[in-house]
């Protein structure tokens, strides 16, 4: 595949995976990232490539932007429909998938009595957009829980259950009008049996929402064969595109329900005839398209890097294969290396399902009693900040945390760029910042004999935290989680 219009494409021949591939990045010499997952990255080349797109638009901006993008944008989307085996009229290109899931459930009308099924572990964002959309719309949320490890088949079948009791209870008065689910999960980072999901929302005539932004080019997808409702996905993450890049794939037969894009722009067709124009040159492209290609001035420069990315990963990585091969393998043995210096374990179920990705999640070797507390519901919040600020102080690394089932899991993050010594070093920092928090005192569990700390949190003193933490300053102003 070769990049169009003048952009050079990828150059070079295939690097082996580890450190050596790191030459085509753009990290700091002694900056090991573990934290992919969170914002992504990409090569050297996807940043010549972005920057000739940008400087293009300069150059004459009514010609580019009016004329020269919109063909530019076709051939990206003919390319990801390729990667993902999906109709070139199915898919359109939006900044990420929260914006996705926002234009779903902001698109769709609700009456009383439909629910949006979700389960616990849904991203913060998305959680928020439900919860707006219910304050603003008939729409309940109905939440399930889910607490990992868990086997597929319990998922699939919580999932199912509650369609059904909500129905049944009911006397068919209520209704599971969408679920929203997982390819990946974002935090702990762990694979969803997401197809199995799909074909339990289509017996139970449920629409499917997928938030895959976990997806393209991280697990193997067919969306003509998966035939889900709506499909979101961040190519910035793990398709190794500038940010901000999303695909957005709506079967034909759904796309009367998107009707607006988000922002609503030139191509929102009212019900009533309008006598405004679209101000942009006329296409033959289907509506869903057209109003999906300009939705304010933006620098959309990263959609037209999606061929040079794929080039890329074709002729430096091998192709998708060898890329999912390495990365899922990396994040399997790095996993267990990690859990074997700290001393405790990897988040995985029986059948080893969890682990079909490019992320692990390691329980950090912290007891219950430092992370629970009457005094201060929010303490294991605090200390997953703090070691947060401290990781990004030190400058050498970042692993994302997060707290599930009663213990505080650190998420690494597999990539081309990485090997197992990166992991290593990652654990030790992680068993650095543990000791810190536990030397001196053993930690009680809220009985007699803990010892009283105060802390700082936000500029706030907090008095008797029921916690050993021997010199420490929690602070609220770490890093936040990301998808």
């Not at 040159?281 to 999606?306: A, I, Q, R, W």
Request: glycine share 8%; hydrophobic share 35%; proline share 6%.
């Amino acid at each position: 595949m070769s990049q169009p219009n003048g952009v050079s494409p990828t150059s070079g021949t295939r690097t082996p995976f580890g450190h050596e591939m790191r030459k085509h990045f753009l990290f700091d010499n002694d900056y090991i990232n573990l934290n992919h997952g969170s914002f992504g990255t990409y090569p050297v080349p996807l940043r010549s490539a972005l920057r000739e797109y940008q400087s293009r638009a300069e150059a004459n901006p009514d010609q580019f932007i009016r004329y020269t993008y919109p063909r530019l944008l076709t051939e990206s989307r003919i390319a990801l429909a390729e990667l993902l085996r999906a109709l070139l009229d199915e898919v359109v290109l939006i900044p990420n998938a929260t914006t996705g899931i926002n234009i779903v459930l902001r698109n769709l009308r609700f009456q009383e009595g439909d629910k949006i099924l979700y389960p616990w572990t849904t991203y913060g964002a998305c959680t928020k957009t439900v919860e707006y959309i219910c304050e603003t719309t008939p729409a309940e949320g109905l939440q399930i829980e889910v607490k990992y490890p868990i086997e597929d088949d319990e998922l699939v079948e919580k999932f199912r259950a509650a369609m059904r009791k909500t129905r049944e209870d009911s006397q068919g008065k209520e209704r599971v009008k969408v679920a929203m689910f997982d390819t990946v999960v974002s935090m702990p980072g762990v694979r969803v049996p997401f197809e199995r999901l799909v074909q339990v929302c289509r017996d139970e005539g449920v629409l499917s929402l997928i938030d895959g932004a976990h997806g393209v080019g991280h697990v193997d997808l067919n969306l003509s064969k998966l035939d889900a409702d709506f499909f979101v996905s961040n190519c910035h993450k793990w398709l190794l595109t500038p940010r901000a890049c999303a695909v957005f794939h709506v079967p034909l037969r759904n796309q009367p329900l998107i009707r607006s894009t988000l922002p609503t722009s030139h191509g929102f067709i009212p019900r009533t005839q309008s006598l405004i124009p679209n101000p942009l040159p006329p296409s033959p492209k289907s509506p869903f398209e057209v109003s999906f290609e300009f939705t304010g001035t933006l620098d959309n420069s990263p959609y037209l890097c999606l061929p040079a990315a794929l080039d890329f990963r074709d002729d430096v990585c091998g192709g998708e294969d060898a890329i999912r091969t390495y990365c899922t393998e990396l994040a399997r043995t790095g996993g267990a290396l990690v859990a074997t210096i700290l001393g405790t374990e990897v988040l995985e179920n029986p059948s080893k399902t969890l682990g079909n990705c490019f992320m692990t999640n390691i329980r950090l070797p912290l007891p219950t009693a430092l992370l629970s507390s009457a005094a201060d519901p929010q303490a294991s919040t605090k200390i997953t900040q703090h070691l947060a600020r401290r990781m990004v102080d030190d400058g050498r690394t970042f692993i994302a945390l997060c707290e599930h089932n009663g213990a505080v899991w650190a998420r690494f993050s597999a990539m081309v760029y990485l090997d197992e010594t990166d992991f290593k070093v990652g654990a030790e920092v992680l068993r650095g910042l543990c000791e810190e928090l536990l030397q001196g005192e053993e930690v009680g569990s809220g009985g007699e004999g803990v010892r009283k700390v105060h802390g700082m949190v936000g500029g706030e003193v907090v008095e008797d935290v029921k916690v050993m933490v021997k010199g420490m300053t929690l602070e609220m102003d770490g890093p936040e989680k990301a998808e």
